[in-house]
Structure formats: structure tokens, C-alpha cells
């Protein structure tokens, strides 16, 4: 093996590819299903909340985190940090999840000269390996089996809408987009996914008054199972099991949910960018999952989602649900960043925030 491998090409490896190219980046980041392309669209708005939060005196580690897990009994789940920062808020944050995985935590570094992935042991770096090879040997395999993405979860027309329209003109510069966007999801889906069996990653790490946080932005719509039924969000059983880790490990979670106002699975989150008429029906809410939250989650009736919610449209996910009303209002997209971000800072300090309530959501949804 020379360097890290990609599918790009039948197996071009990453060194010979031009990451300023855009055919090539988008031959890079449309080898997933397209609703993670499309999910990439809301990326800056979250990075837009974070640069505010930062203004307000947190701190905010540059790291990349991926975490997988390989089926069989009693395997251990491995952490995977890339860490840009260097520093004593993101090192803190590594040896916090030693605890959780003390002889799988891994920190990753990026070799700009070699364009590739390395990694070693926390606070050993004299160990130093190339990653993806490090795994392909660990399984014992010739070559990278990269999955195959079936195309009813790979929506080619949506990815290029995504790509060429509208993600490349939310970042300040190329070098941002490389960086933040593309490198990320080759760590994720090139040199980790082809290894393991599952594979989760944390959105932002803060660190507020000597506490870690994840804090995590998706985008979704409630559902209800009847018509006068309560509203709910669902949560995959994986990522509720690592909330509730990660809180033993003294990892707090912050999940936040900027609300569709179209629920229909179909809907391209495009609007956030032509539709500004119906940005005041966005609205952005959030709660604390805690690992008293997470295990009566856990005890619930598990739920199957259909395959396209998976990475390669050929299996169920798995998840959990979660009421509406446990979220706080934060604002909505019309809402100013800097009040956002106080409203966050107020939730991670524990202050009440008015509740979301069904009638609320209703209210804002456009598809009646």
C-alpha cells in the first residue's frame, strides 16, 4: 500500500488526487448518500453558532472525532481525534476518552507534504503509523473493502445540486472547504468506515467552565405515530448508547435540532438558502441528553428506520425516540447568531428556556 487509498479512480491514492479540484472533490464527497451531502449545507450554520459561542468565552478544541465499532462480543469501541489544535483543550479532551477506550484511543494527525492520515497512542507519538494501512492489517485483508453506496440512498441529480449550487459558496475560502469539509469525510468514510461494522462522529467539542461538551447540530423533522399522538425526534440506539458513555467519561451532551418545516423526508434543505420568506418558521431547539436522559431512552421499545437513513442503503438503522416537548426554544433561522448563542450558553448553564410544545411545530410546518 502507498499512502491512503480511495475509490476514487479504482483505488487512486489520495496523494495523486488534486483536493483543489472540484470534479474531484465532488467525485470524493458523492461516494455517500446524498442526505449527508445535503447535511453538509447546514455545516456553517453550525459553525456560525460556534464562532459566537467562542466571542462568549468558550473554548473550542479543532478536532475531528470518529468513533466505530466492529460486530462481535465484547469489542471495544476505538476513538479516532484528529487533532488540528495541538493544545491543552484538545489534549484534555483526548485523555477524557481514554477512560472510555484506554488501549483503543487513537490521535490522528494529517501529513500535508505525504497527504496522508497517521496516527498513534495519546502522548506517544514516536509510535507513529499510517492509519489506514494500521487497520487494514489489523483485519487481515489484502486489499480496502470500500462499500458500495446503492443508488437509492445516492440521489447523483440532489449531490450535484448540493456540491456545484450552493456548498462550496458557504465557506470564506477553499482552503476552509478542504479542510473542514473534505478531509473530514475522507478520515470518516475512506480510511475508518471500510474497518468496522459502525461508525458515529462528534459534531463540536467546547470546553465551558472546565467541562467538555459535545455539542451536536442536526436536521430533521418530528414525526407522530397516530394522529393525536405526541410529537417525537429519533435518535439512533448507537448514538444514545455513546451519549450515555460519554457522560460517565464526563462528556456532556447538547443535542440541537434545527426543525424542518417541510416534513417530508424528500425535501431538499435547499430552502434554507431560496426560501428566506419561511426562515422564521425554522426553528432551532435543544436539550441536554444526560445519562440519566440516555438510559430511559435505552429502556424504550427499539424502532427501524428504513434502509436509505443507513450509509449504504442496505440495512436498518436502528433508533429511539425522544418527545418534543423535552427541547428548549433557542430561537429560529431568522433568529441573530450572537442571540443563539447566548440561549446556548444559557442551556449549557443550565437556565430555563421556554419549552417547545407541539402546537409550536405544527404552527410552523408548511406542508399541512
Same mark, same amino acid.
Given at each position: ?14 496523494? =495523486? ?13 458523492? /461516494? ?8 453538509? =449545507? ?21 478536532? +475531528?472525532?470518529?468513533?466505530?465499532? @466492529? ?13 488540528? %489544535? ?28 505525504? %497527504?496522508? !492520515? ?8 514516536? +509510535? +507513529? *503509523? @499510517?492509519?489506514? $494501512?494500521?487497520?487494514? &492489517? ?5 486489499? #480496502? ?13 440532489? @449531490?450535484?445540486?448540493? *456540491? ?6 458557504? !465557506? ?32 463540536? #467539542?467546547?470546553?465551558? &467552565?472546565?467541562? /467538555?461538551?459535545? #455539542? ?22 448507537? =448514538? ?16 440541537? #435540532?434545527?426543525?424542518?418545516? $417541510? ?31 440516555? $438510559? ?9 428506520? $428504513?434502509?436509505?437513513? %443507513?450509509?449504504?442503503? +442496505? ?18 433561522? =431568522? ?27 405544527? %404552527? ?5
Amino acid at each position: 500500500m502507498h499512502g491512503t487509498q480511495t475509490p476514487v479512480g479504482n483505488g487512486t491514492p489520495l496523494r =495523486q488526487l488534486n483536493l483543489n479540484n472540484k470534479n474531484t472533490q465532488f467525485e470524493l464527497l458523492s /461516494y455517500d448518500k446524498h442526505q449527508t451531502l445535503e447535511g453538509l =449545507q447546514i455545516e456553517p450554520v453550525a459553525m456560525t453558532y460556534i464562532r459566537h459561542l467562542e466571542q462568549l468565552g468558550l473554548e473550542v478544541p479543532d478536532v +475531528t472525532t470518529v468513533i466505530a465499532l @466492529q460486530r462481535g462480543y465484547n469489542n471495544a469501541r476505538c476513538f479516532f481525534v484528529w487533532d488540528r %489544535s495541538k493544545n491543552g483543550a484538545s489534549e484534555g479532551y483526548i485523555r477524557t476518552l481514554q477512560h472510555l477506550a484506554p488501549n483503543t484511543t487513537y490521535t490522528v494527525t494529517f501529513d500535508e507534504e505525504e %497527504s496522508d !492520515f497517521y496516527c498513534h497512542k495519546p502522548g506517544q507519538p514516536e +509510535t +507513529t *503509523f @499510517q492509519l489506514q $494501512d494500521y487497520l487494514r &492489517r489489523k483485519r487481515n485483508l489484502v486489499t #480496502i473493502p470500500f462499500p458500495g453506496i446503492r443508488q437509492n440512498v445516492r440521489d447523483t441529480e440532489r @449531490q450535484m445540486a448540493v *456540491f456545484w449550487g450552493r456548498l462550496h459558496g458557504a !465557506f470564506a475560502t477553499g482552503e476552509n472547504f478542504r479542510n473542514e469539509v473534505l478531509l473530514n469525510r475522507v478520515m470518516k468514510n475512506f480510511v475508518v468506515q471500510p474497518f468496522f461494522s459502525w461508525l458515529w462522529d462528534l459534531d463540536r #467539542i467546547v470546553l465551558y &467552565r472546565k467541562q /467538555y461538551w459535545e #455539542i451536536e447540530l442536526k436536521h430533521k423533522y418530528p414525526f407522530r405515530r397516530g394522529e393525536n399522538a405526541p410529537l417525537k425526534f429519533g435518535i439512533n440506539v448507537g =448514538q444514545a448508547k455513546l451519549v450515555r458513555d460519554l457522560g460517565q467519561a464526563s462528556v456532556r451532551t447538547l443535542h440541537l #435540532i434545527l426543525v424542518k418545516p $417541510d416534513w417530508n423526508k424528500h425535501s431538499d434543505p435547499g430552502y434554507l438558502f431560496n426560501r428566506r420568506d419561511i426562515s422564521d418558521k425554522v426553528m432551532l431547539i435543544g436539550t441536554e441528553l444526560t445519562t440519566a436522559k440516555a $438510559d430511559e431512552l435505552l429502556n424504550q421499545k427499539v424502532r427501524e428506520s $428504513d434502509e436509505t437513513t %443507513s450509509f449504504t442503503g +442496505t440495512n436498518k438503522n436502528r433508533f429511539l425516540e425522544i418527545p418534543a416537548t423535552d427541547f428548549h426554544i433557542l430561537g429560529s433561522y =431568522q433568529t441573530p447568531p450572537a442571540v443563539v448563542a447566548e440561549n446556548i450558553k444559557f442551556l449549557l448553564n443550565g437556565a430555563p428556556l421556554e419549552k417547545v410544545t407541539d402546537e409550536l411545530l405544527e %404552527s410552523c410546518r408548511i406542508n399541512k
